[in-house]
């Protein structure tokens, strides 16, 4: 239907300007063909200015043709605040006609009319104001005469606004309008004369969003009017807004035109069943009254009255039933008597425009003017896109204070008054500014609000909360809800290792390597550090165990030394008795290097200290058990020059070859694959477990391989010596200390594998202390008993009497 009305009137429009041109050249005056039938007021002036008003919310009028006789359009619901506004119109101008410095000689008329809200009726209008009005137009062959209107204020809608300044445009006639914000009006390729004292919906739509962030709106309905004005608001608004810039949309309605009860309903119940608290509408008032017909105790509250049955969740009023057809314009509401008359403001700064561009174009010197040859316009025998290029150059102060200009797109410095509806005790609404959103050439948009005066009808009389998912604390991070606006999320914790110190976090950050997350994962902790230590149940009771070996090895020297002189003492090579309890207290000893955090030294020296004290230790117990059986074949006819190679010096000389041997390993181990601390953070990702690495596997499993075979070789040779007479059967005990020795270390290989971090470290202790206890009772445990306790026992005749008697 709208396509059908623009194409219509624009064939009416083409069909006067071609009857003005055809008539010039055939006769010397044009008949006005007919007139438009539109409610309007005039004053005559020297120069007329149009404008265009809505005084009348509806019409009733079909009728799109235009007539010989005069009939007034059907046209109803009386719009005060647009008669304010006409009138703003006509005192401007008189104040203007008032005004000795600006436009001294030249007096301002107008010409008014009434649109009706209506695209058909407002675009009637604007065809008789650049048409004109009279019966008969003579034209005469120098084409001097004032045009009908210089230019025109309005159009009220965007829509209405968009349709006349496509045509006006064509003939660069200037429109400057006081309300419509479309956007879209701001492309000049399509609107060349259209200029605006309102911000666009570019800056409308911007204000809003920083409304609803300054007050943490992030969940918002959105309700439109069905025209221009609401289809591009609604595109702005979901292009600019977002989580970062102000929030998501929980829906998006159409109001419609006219009272659609069934329609409104629906909406009004979308709106009371989103959890969105906070709802924005770009429409126009006639759509706000039919929704506010529907609304949230609006009525009842307005009226005094209660609707039967109440809708679903409203508390019941007082006062009489509420029949829906009150009529809100009556009612003594300042929200229909606004104090702060923007609107109005905006129509007095256009018309003063228009004034001062007109002035700056009749003071323009001959022969210095800006169009061709240098010429100036003359208000004889002006053309309009003359006067469009003075309005885009426009640039003055009214006496309020406020600069005016035009922008490359035609648009003025844009402002926007905050206000608040107060509802008072006795029904009374009164409306107050609170605060403004402006743009400034120097700080850009600029959003100030007076906080302390805003009204919330609310029992906390605090803001209301509209979110669609509580902010997600510090710890957590937004996971957005499939399905639903990235603005509905759910707050998922960060993973371990992993924090966010901010609310609503997009994301979990990784804490740096030697730290970790704290159990509320909101920053990051230094790891615990795991070895085994000094300080620890475990690390106490090895290093007590250890010290308690030494301090036993020390005590059986120490008994030995003086006992040195006793048969028992000095059977079988006292000597390496005294060399192989050096060699357990070493032992005992190189586990302290297992316990307390490993360091380069204690990590090259463990090892080694290990392997030589145990090679020292074995080493000697191997050559006790060769002089047993070399001793024995000696005793037997014929055997005596088997001890030639086993005297002292080749004994000594035996265990010093195999530790040198297990002193070499060492040592090439440590040159080509030194052992070195390590922060293992493989078997907890919460702590640092500090280890030893062996640095060459094949290193360490050769110094354990030759303690090893030194160990078998020692336990084979006992066990052939274990049925000696009793005067040698100390092969006895090195076969049992053999067999522990052995069993002890064949169960640390398995358990040593798999037991991670300190553990580790303490099965090798475990197995060292164990090893070393089995060797030092098995071998000298007897020894002592009898120098001891059974010290009767402690002679040669005793120790080869058994032999004797046997």
């Known amino acids: 239907m709208r396509g059908f009305v623009d194409n219509n009137l624009l064939l009416l429009m083409f069909s006067y300007f071609s009857s003005a041109v055809s008539s010039s050249l055939y006769s010397s005056s044009c008949q006005l063909q007919g007139r438009f039938n539109l409610n309007g007021m005039h004053k005559t002036g020297d120069v007329i200015l149009g404008g265009i008003f809505q005084i009348n919310f509806f019409s009733a009028d079909p009728d799109l043709t235009f007539t010989s006789e005069p009939q007034l359009p059907t046209c109803y619901g009386f719009d005060i605040i647009g008669l304010r506004q006409a009138q703003s119109m006509a005192f401007a101008i008189d104040e203007i006609n008032r005004n000795s410095n600006l436009l001294p000689n030249v007096t301002l008329g107008y010409s008014l009319y009434d649109n009706c809200i209506q ?16 019966e008969e137009v003579t034209v005469e062959e120098n084409c001097v005469g004032t045009p009908p209107v210089l230019g025109i204020v309005g159009d009220t809608t965007s829509s209405n606004s968009i349709a006349i300044s496509t045509v006006l445009g064509l003939y660069r006639v200037p429109m400057v309008s006081y309300f419509a914000t479309c956007s879209c009006l701001s492309d000049r390729q399509k609107f060349p004369s259209f200029f605006r004292t309102i911000p666009s919906d570019a800056f409308q739509v911007n204000a809003m969003i920083q409304i609803l962030k300054h007050f943490g709106w992030t969940w918002a309905g959105l309700l439109i009017s069905d025209d221009d004005y609401g289809v591009h608001a609604a595109r702005s608004f979901h292009s600019d807004l977002g989580p970062a810039d102000g929030g998501c949309l929980a829906y998006t309605e159409i109001l419609p035109w006219g009272d659609d009860s069934a329609e409104l309903k629906r909406i009004v119940d979308v709106m009371r069943k989103s959890t969105a608290r906070v709802v924005i509408v770009f429409a126009h008032k006639t759509h706000m009254i039919n929704l506010m017909k529907e609304v949230n105790q609006f009525w009842e509250h ?3 009255c209660r609707f039967a049955p109440p809708p679903a969740g409203w508390v019941e009023a007082e006062g009489e039933l509420c029949t829906g057809q009150e009529v809100i314009e009556n009612v003594e509401s300042e929200l229909f008597d606004v104090s702060y008359l923007r609107p109005e403001y905006n129509v007095y700064k256009a018309v003063y425009a228009l004034a001062y561009a007109l002035d700056d174009m009749l003071q323009c010197e001959p022969g210095r003017g800006p169009f061709s040859n240098n010429t100036c316009a003359h208000l004889q025998r002006m053309e309009p896109w003359q006067l469009v290029y003075y309005l885009e150059k426009v640039n003055f102060t009214t006496t309020f204070g406020d600069q005016v200009s035009f922008d490359e797109n035609g648009d003025a410095l844009p402002i926007y008054d905050i206000i608040n509806w107060v509802w008072l005790p006795d029904g009374r609404t009164k ?108 690390g106490i009771c090895l290093t007590s165990i250890s010290l308690l070996g030494t301090l036993i090895c020390v005590l059986v020297l120490g008994i030995f030394i003086h006992h040195h002189s006793t048969p028992i003492v000095r059977a079988n090579n006292s000597e390496l008795s005294f060399l192989l309890l050096v060699s357990l207290k070493l032992c005992f000893l190189c586990s302290l290097l297992f316990i307390g955090r490993p360091r380069l030294w204690t990590c090259q020296l463990r ?12 080493s000697c ?90 160990a078998v070789l020692s ?62 009772v098995a071998l000298f445990g007897p020894k002592c008993y009898i120098i001891l306790l059974r010290p009767e026992r402690n002679t040669k005749k005793a120790i080869m009497g058994r032999c004797t008697t046997k």
């Not at 700080?443 to 669609?468: A, H, M, Y």
């Not at 694959?673 to 030893?692: G, L, R, W």
Request: net charge neutral.
């Open 119 to 134: 695209l058909r009726i407002g675009f009637r209008a604007a065809l008789a104001l650049v048409s004109g009005q009279e």
């Open 431 to 538: 409306v107050q500014r609170v605060g403004e959103v402006k743009r400034s050439a120097f700080k850009g948009e600029e959003l100030t609000l007076e906080e302390d005066k805003i009204f919330w009808n609310f029992e906390s009389k605090q803001p209301p909360q509209s979110v669609c998912s509580e902010s997600c604390p510090p710890g957590t991070r937004m996971a957005t809800k499939k399905g639903e606006p990235e603005c509905c999320f759910d707050c998922v914790p960060c993973s371990e290792g992993k924090i966010s110190n901010t609310t609503d976090s997009m994301e979990c950050t990784s804490c740096p390597e030697d730290f970790w997350s704290s159990p509320q994962r909101d920053h990051c902790v230094p790891k615990k550090t795991e070895f085994l230590s000094y300080h620890e149940p475990l």
């Open 621 to 710: 117990i191997l050559v006790k058990t060769m002089v047993v059986l070399a001793v024995f074949r000696a005793s037997k006819p014929g055997g005596e020059s088997s001890l030639k190679w086993f005297g002292a010096v080749q004994q000594r000389g035996t265990v010093l070859v195999l530790t040198s041997i297990q002193a070499a390993i060492c040592t090439a181990w440590l040159v080509s694959a030194s052992p070195v601390p390590h922060k293992n953070t493989q078997y907890h990702n919460d702590k640092i477990v500090y280890e030893c690495v062996v640095g060459s596997t094949v290193g360490f499993a050769v110094l354990l391989g030759y303690i090893g075979l030194l």
């Open 302 to 304: 307005t009226f005094q």
């Open 607 to 618: 090892h080694a200290a290990f392997g030589i004290s145990f090679v020292l230790c074995v």
């Open 715 to 776: 336990c084979l040779l006992a066990f052939l010596a274990k049925n000696l007479p009793d005067s040698f059967n100390e092969a006895k005990h090195i076969t049992f200390s053999m067999l522990i020795f052995c069993a002890v270390w064949v169960a640390f290989v398995p358990a040593y594998i798999s037991s991670p971090g300190k553990y580790a470290d303490a099965v090798e202790v475990f197995a060292i202390l164990a090893s070393s206890f089995g060797l030092l």
